[in-house]
């Protein structure tokens, strides 16, 4: 597509049941990335993908959240258990990668989803 | 490690007016920078980004800014504000190939 989507746009969930956010970047990109965006605590980086693999997890804010990526591509990032201060945007990013391995150093953004835990 | 402040989580210009959104970073390594507008419900789009070339970068509806690497700063500006400009704008920071380290955004308002 022409940039990156992001699936559900909102959700809204009960406390202690799980959800699944998915993320399909734009063709070709490599590298994707996860960032939440909460009251308080701005944007903060969650996860990052190079491929299937995922190097950098340390954003991760407990073993409720995980996530992965199947065929260089789609990405699904799940919280169990939801609790009420899960609630926050969550935004999704790819990047390309260049000729060398590296990285272009621009991460286009999708329009996020907007979970809500009562 | 690397960190953004952006000074004013709330700034208010009239329309015609001078924009100015000041952001100063920390990084241990050469930084790229970046800045993101975000308008109401939808995701973050690049304005403009310093990757160590111009200092002075030209980004997309005539915004611009200037990275001074001696006041560790890259303040974005606009000389005369438009109503479409009113949105949020986040200052990023990233070592290249790294996530973003973001600051905590500036709302800008424009008044009529």
């Known amino acids: 597509g022409a940039g990156v989507s992001q699936s559900p746009s909102n959700k809204v969930t009960e406390k202690g049941k799980d959800v699944e956010l998915r993320c399909d970047p734009i063709s070709g990109h490599t590298a994707l990335y996860w960032y ?10 969650l ?12 954003g991760l804010p407990s073993d409720r959240f ?7 591509s789609v990405s699904t990032l799940t919280i169990q258990r939801t609790q009420q201060e899960d609630s926050a945007v969550y935004l999704c ?3 390309l990668e260049l000729a060398g391995g590296s990285r272009e150093e621009t991460q286009y953004f999708g329009p996020g989803t907007r979970l809500l835990v009562l | 490690a690397q960190s953004v402040t952006q000074l004013g989580s709330h700034v208010s210009v009239s329309e015609g007016a001078l924009v100015l959104l000041r952001c100063n970073y920390s990084s241990s390594v050469p930084p790229y920078l970046f800045w993101y507008v975000q308008y109401p419900n939808q995701g973050l789009q ?5 990757t160590s070339a111009a200092t ?5 509806n005539g915004f611009e800014a200037e990275f001074k690497k001696s006041e560790t700063s890259f303040h974005l500006t606009k000389p005369s504000a438009h109503m479409s400009d009113a949105a949020e ?10 996530p973003l380290v973001f600051g905590k955004g500036t709302r800008l308002s424009v008044i009529a």
């Open chain 1, 93 to 95: 990013a790819s990047s």
């Open chain 1, 47 to 58: 996860i990052y993908f190079q491929g299937n693999s995922a190097p950098d997890k340390s």
């Open chain 1, 66 to 72: 995980s996530a992965e990526r199947t065929g260089g």
């Open chain 1, 36 to 45: 939440r965006q909460s009251l308080g605590q701005g944007l903060e980086f």
């Open chain 2, 46 to 50: 690049l304005l403009l980004k310093y």
């Open chain 2, 56 to 60: 002075l970068v030209k980004g997309i």
């Open chain 2, 89 to 98: 704008y986040f200052c990023a920071v990233s070592a290249g190939n790294t």
